[in-house]
């Protein structure tokens, strides 16, 4: 009995021990010490015990409420006053010291403003949804066209049909927008009629010349007079119109035929400003943005199953015995061994320049509908090849005998994979959608260095990418590190159920 005692002491001391310490220092206590930075609205910079301070502020703050001597004569021991600009330094601090320290200032009530306990109001915003507008999902009104902007010079013929003439609320409106966009390029698009084109009605201006044959007007006092009756038009003062017209006229000493021309274009003019204003008040659309948790949880749903299934039925194909199984294996398993970013560059290139080139659709990565499902889609293809090993592990790891026996007894293909393949290849099941969902729930790079903080205006920001953009970014490391522990107790619960459910399955088969 002493030898086995004695080993099991080795290998605890050699083995188990070292591990314990590492788990202690590199997890146990970052995670408790980010516990800690979540309850405080620290900004990442300002540190809990000053650099410098100014010594009036130093002395009233710190000096006068320490009660100890001991606590005193160590806080001048690191503080040192500098007569050159009348503050207190602190010289470099680690270890015990600092925390000894902070401990010391916090006696004293004092806390930087970037630096202070919060207690759990971090938590309570990310909850009660008082966090940034695109972290939970939402509907929103999107406005796709200001009366300050140029007219479209054409329009989609469904999106006409369904996004403007549908929220007309006048006959007058219809015929308004009717009239000034006429099907054209074989009825699937409307374009602008040119009398309602700014540069087309105010062409005949810039053409009237004097009678040398020079310009008739300043150009500065021609694109004043066009820029004001633009104005005039989108406020919809016709009185405002006219006058700035015939001011124009007298100005200039304008003969009739001269006047006639200025006031056609301040009439066509007022009349664009007219579908102006129309086509910004009816152009208004309902968009539905998933935010940060509803991307999240779409992409973890939908990568976990796309790369499962894909996996699995690569697994299924090659242990079926076809032939160059190990040249295909290799072939399948090469995505996964590629660098994220590169992974990311290739699909972008893909994305951006073949795709639009092929199929004539320009949007591809930049469009909100589209760019969830391309992310999904890259994202199964670089990881099937990881999780395909080791469904065929399991599989390679079945029974020949039991196969045999049940092929001898009659069963059928699906039989044989209802009753033999699924029950044994649990094991396999179980962890494969364990990493998969965890690995969902924490992706960053490949999203990242495909979309950016551009992932905002297409929804397609996940929850650690958020996580990153408030650290460092917004400058909220308090609220990113309570972000972060709410992210890592939804990968425990989820992931922990999953373990538990699945293992139950494994022990009833």
């Known amino acids: 009995m002493v030898e086995p005692k004695r080993k099991t002491a080795f290998y605890f001391t050699v083995f188990?021990?070292?591990?314990?310490?590492?788990?202690?220092?590199?997890?146990?206590?970052?995670?408790?010490?980010?516990?800690?930075?979540?309850?405080?609205?620290?900004?990442?910079?300002?540190?809990?015990?000053?650099?410098?301070?100014?010594k009036t502020q130093f002395e009233s703050l710190?000096?006068?409420?320490?009660?100890?001597?001991?606590?005193?004569?160590?806080?001048?021991?690191?503080?040192?006053?500098?007569?050159?600009?009348n503050s207190y330094k602190r010289i470099a601090l680690n270890g015990v010291d600092r925390t000894r320290l902070e401990r010391i200032l916090r006696k004293t009530g004092y806390e930087p403003a970037q630096n202070k306990f919060v207690g759990l109001d971090n938590y309570k915003k990310v909850f009660t949804g008082k966090v940034d507008a695109d972290f939970y999902p939402r509907v929103y009104t999107q406005?796709?066209?200001?009366?300050?902007?140029?007219?479209?010079?054409?329009?989609?013929?469904?999106?006409?049909?369904n996004e403007i003439l549908k929220n007309c609320r006048t006959n007058e409106e219809r015929t308004i927008l009717k009239d000034a966009y006429v099907p054209a390029g074989g009825g699937d698009r409307r374009t602008l009629d040119p009398k309602y084109d700014a540069f087309e009605i105010t062409t005949p201006l810039y053409d009237m010349t004097g009678s040398d044959g020079s310009s008739l007007f300043d150009a500065d006092k021609l694109d004043s007079l066009i820029t004001g009756l633009e104005q005039d038009s989108l406020s919809r003062d016709r009185s405002a119109l006219e006058s700035a017209v015939q001011s124009f006229i007298q100005e200039n000493a304008l003969g009739a035929d001269k006047a006639v021309v200025i006031k056609k274009t301040g009439d066509a003019l007022y009349a664009a400003g007219g579908l102006r204003a129309v086509l910004a008040d009816v152009w208004v659309v309902k968009q539905f943005n998933m935010g940060v948790t509803g991307f999240t949880v779409f992409f973890a749903i939908f990568s976990v199953i796309g790369i499962?299934?894909?996996?699995?039925?690569?697994?299924?194909?090659?242990?079926?015995?076809?032939?160059?199984?190990?040249?295909?294996?290799?072939?399948?398993?090469?995505?996964?061994?590629?660098?994220?970013?590169?992974?990311?560059?290739?699909?972008?290139?893909?994305?951006?320049?073949?795709?639009?080139?092929?199929?004539?659709?320009?949007?591809?990565?930049?469009?909100?509908?589209?760019?969830?499902?391309?992310?999904?889609?890259?994202?199964?293809?670089?990881?099937?090849?990881?999780?395909?090993?080791?469904?065929?592990?399991?599989?390679?790891?079945?029974?020949?005998?039991?196969?045999?026996?049940?092929?001898?007894?009659?069963?059928?293909?699906?039989?044989?994979?209802?009753?033999?393949?699924?029950?044994?290849?649990?094991?396999?099941?179980?962890?494969?959608?364990?990493?998969?969902?965890?690995?969902?729930?924490?992706?960053?790079?490949l999203i990242y260095a495909m979309i950016g903080p551009t992932g905002y205006a297409t929804g397609t920001v996940p929850f650690v990418m958020d996580i990153y953009f408030d650290a460092f970014a917004q400058k909220q490391a308090g609220m990113a590190t309570a972000k972060a522990m709410v992210l890592f107790v939804v990968i425990f619960i989820i992931t922990g159920l999953q373990l538990f459910t699945m293992k139950r399955r494994e022990i009833e088969a």
């Open 308 to 445: 499962n299934l894909l996996a699995f039925g690569l697994a299924l194909a090659l242990d079926t015995g076809v032939h160059g199984q190990k040249v295909l294996r290799s072939i399948f398993f090469l995505p996964n061994v590629l660098s994220m970013v590169i992974v990311a560059l290739i699909w972008s290139l893909l994305f951006v320049q073949l795709l639009p080139a092929v199929s004539g659709v320009k949007e591809w990565i930049s469009d909100p509908h589209k760019t969830p499902w391309l992310l999904v889609l890259v994202s199964v293809w670089q990881g099937c090849g990881y999780y395909m090993i080791v469904y065929l592990a399991g599989l390679q790891n079945i029974p020949t005998d039991i196969v045999e026996a049940a092929k001898i007894d009659g069963a059928s293909v699906f039989q044989r994979f209802h009753f033999i393949t699924m029950p044994m290849i649990m094991p396999a099941v179980t962890i494969s959608l364990f990493l998969s969902i965890a690995n969902a729930l924490k992706s960053f790079d």
């Open 143 to 161: 406005k796709k066209y200001t009366a300050t902007s140029d007219l479209p010079a054409s329009i989609g013929k469904k999106e006409f049909d």
């Open 62 to 85: 710190v000096l006068s409420k320490l009660e100890k001597k001991s606590d005193r004569d160590f806080v001048l021991k690191i503080y040192s006053l500098d007569p050159e600009d």
């Open 16 to 54: 188990i021990l070292p591990c314990l310490v590492l788990y202690v220092l590199f997890f146990i206590a970052p995670f408790i010490r980010g516990i800690g930075i979540s309850l405080t609205n620290w900004d990442g910079l300002t540190p809990k015990t000053p650099i410098i301070m100014e």
